[in-house]
């Protein structure tokens, strides 16, 4: 009973915070909403003198009162979209419909934003060619995709007396990126390590996934191949008395059917 007993307690504690959690998403999303109802007033909640009704034919100023009368008769709410216009600025529509049409606008300008991160790139004061330029490499992609680059040297025990080594190491790497970067700072020393920071100079490609990178290569390695296998045409030989086909240029099948034929 007692093994029965702490089962039943642990799925009971289990079931609870499901619950938790779904009510504080359902809250969240509840205020969400909240905030983007707050941000307009709709019908009575007007109360000025005029109001301009901006739709498909146009815009029209007309008093409020006559506004709402004829969101009545078409079935629609008035919604006040730019009140510090003169005079507010509003639309004949159902309020759910303008709020979820926010809402979805809201959604579409999010998903367009480019999401900037901070790549990190780090050194040893003593960073031998070859590391150095596979990672000058990783930056200029990072950078290429519209990412910042934070590149720092760490100075590990006693290396920290060749901080100046680490500084040269850093000027050096942002003097190779000049074409894809801008530095933000100077290198500066903030404990063992010694950070320099660059930012992207063009705005950010949207990243592409590693599937789509692979289309794109065996895309590109198709036309190499398909231009390859094109005739290549050929010179023919220039005969000693001249003749027509001097400084001619012709495919090597259409040469080969003139040998043909002449035989």
């Known amino acids: 009973m007692n093994i029965v007993g702490k089962i039943n307690g642990k799925i009971l504690c289990g079931l609870l915070d499901f619950y938790y959690l779904c009510t504080r998403f359902r809250k969240k999303e509840l205020m969400k909403n909240d905030n983007i109802k707050n941000q307009y007033r709709v019908n009575e909640q007007i109360r000025v003198r005029e109001v301009r009704i901006v739709g498909d034919g146009g815009s029209t100023v007309v008093p409020t009162r006559q506004a709402l009368d004829m969101a009545r008769?078409?079935?629609v709410d008035l919604v006040e979209i730019s009140p510090n216009a003169n005079p507010p600025v509003c639309r004949l529509i159902d309020y759910s419909k303008f709020l979820y049409q926010q809402?979805?606008?809201?959604?579409?300008?999010?998903a367009k934003q480019v999401k900037v991160e901070v790549k990190e790139i780090r050194f040893g004061p003593q960073t031998d060619e070859h590391d150095y330029q596979f990672k000058l490499k990783h930056a200029k992609e990072f950078l290429e995709e519209g990412n910042k680059v934070r590149a720092y040297v760490f100075f590990r025990g006693r290396s920290i007396l060749f901080k100046e080594q680490g500084e040269v190491l850093l000027l050096r790497f942002a003097n190779d990126l000049e074409e894809f970067g801008k530095v933000e700072g100077m290198p500066s020393l903030e404990g063992k390590k010694m950070f320099l920071y660059l930012a992207p100079k063009k705005a950010g490609a949207q990243k592409k996934s590693q599937q789509a990178r692979d289309r794109e290569a065996a895309v590109a390695e198709a036309k190499e191949a398909a231009r390859q296998s094109q005739p290549k045409e050929v010179d023919v030989?220039?005969?000693?008395?001249g003749g027509l086909f001097a400084n001619a240029k012709i495919s090597a099948d259409a040469l080969k059917k003139l040998t043909e034929s002449e035989d």
């Not at 809402?103 to 999010?110: G, I, P, S, T, V």
């Open 237 to 241: 030989e220039t005969p000693a008395n």
């Open 103 to 110: 809402k979805k606008r809201q959604k579409e300008m999010k």
């Open 73 to 75: 008769e078409q079935g």
